[in-house]
Structure formats: C-alpha cells, structure tokens
Nanobody, 121 residues
Framework: QVQLVESGGGLVQAGDSLTLSCAAS????????MGWFRQAPGKEREFVAA????????RYADSVKGRFTISRDNAKNTVFLQMSSLKPEDTAIYYC??????????????WGQGTQVTVSS
C-alpha cells in the first residue's frame, strides 16, 4: 500500500510558474513508476507526465512538453511537477499516482487526493 499526498496547488496568473509536490509513504517508493494526471471540470482525467524509478525515463503529454518538468527524490519519497508558462487551460485538479509504466489511469494503482491549480487569464 502506498499513500500519496499532493501539495503546492493554488491560484496563479497566466505565464506564472508553480511546483507541485507529492509525498509518498508506505511501500518502497522507489519501486514505482510515478505519474501526474489532471482533471478539468467537465472533462475526463488526462495524463500529464510520468517518471521511472531511476529518473532516466520521463514522458510528457504533448500539451505540456517544454513547459512542465517531472522529477523525483527517492531518498525523500517525493515526486515533483514543475510547471512554467502556465495557461488558463492548465486549470484542473492535479493528481499524483504510483504504478507501472504507462500513460493510462489503469496503469496506476495508487492515487492522491488531488490539488487544485487555477490559472487566471
């Protein structure tokens, strides 16, 4: 069992930067592929970014490439999502997830409660 707690969300203006954190506890954090997903009002949850245990492999949704960076600190059981050049369309609840390789929600076994990111124009 893995428990995930996101933090760092908030209200920002377009063009601003924000960093989300996800603290993990429970089973060996470093064994898991970690991902970030988001869900905007009235829309389905979508993949944002993922990183493997060694940090050598990362994957991003096309909509965030070049603007978002995922990273992890296995010693601190934490994964981060650095977001820059934020756009109003980035507004969503952001979820941290732990699981296997992939960009589908079904690839991930554990989920956090989410943190709200709101980008004003």
């Amino acid at each position: 069992q893995v428990q995930l707690v996101e933090s760092g969300g908030g209200l920002v203006q377009a063009g601003d930067s924000l960093t989300l954190s996800c603290a993990a506890s429970g089973r060996a954090f470093s064994n898991y592929f970690m991902g970030w997903f988001r869900q905007a009002p009235g829309k389905e949850r979508e993949f944002v970014a993922a990183i493997n245990w060694s940090r050598y492999y990362t994957r991003y949704a096309d909509s965030v490439k070049g603007r978002f960076t995922i990273s992890r600190d296995n010693a601190k059981n934490t994964v981060f999502l650095q977001m820059s050049s934020l756009k109003p369309e980035d507004t969503a609840i952001y979820y941290c997830a732990a699981g296997r390789y992939g960009a589908e929600s079904s690839d991930y076994d554990y989920w956090g409660q989410g943190t709200q990111v709101t980008v004003s124009s």
